[in-house]
């Protein structure tokens, strides 16, 4: 299985080091994002595995306000702009 590389954004084979950057593949407990997602219509509380899913540059995840459903993403910009973290909701 592939992974795309959150630094270079390139596919890498290699689960835990990218093949082209070596950048570390595996989730780190300070990239996760936070422990709510704003959405409109409110804020959803996201579960530890939801919190894992969207780690990984390609997890998504589908959430719920009353009758709308999201399907959220996790954009999480490198370390040298950590303050600069986003969600993707579409």
Wanted: aromatic share 4%; proline share 8%.
């Amino acid at each position: 299985m592939s992974i795309v590389c959150a630094a270079c954004g390139k596919i890498s084979r290699d689960r835990e080091f990218c093949d082209h950057c070596n950048a570390d593949l595996q989730p780190v407990d300070d990239c996760l994002p936070p422990e709510r997602c704003p959405l409109p219509g409110g804020e959803v509380a996201l579960s530890a595995s939801q919190r894992k899913v969207l780690a990984r540059v390609e997890g998504a995840v589908a959430l719920e306000t009353g009758p709308a459903r999201w399907r959220v993403h996790w954009v999480s910009m490198p370390r040298s702009r950590r303050g600069d973290r986003s969600w993707t909701i579409g």
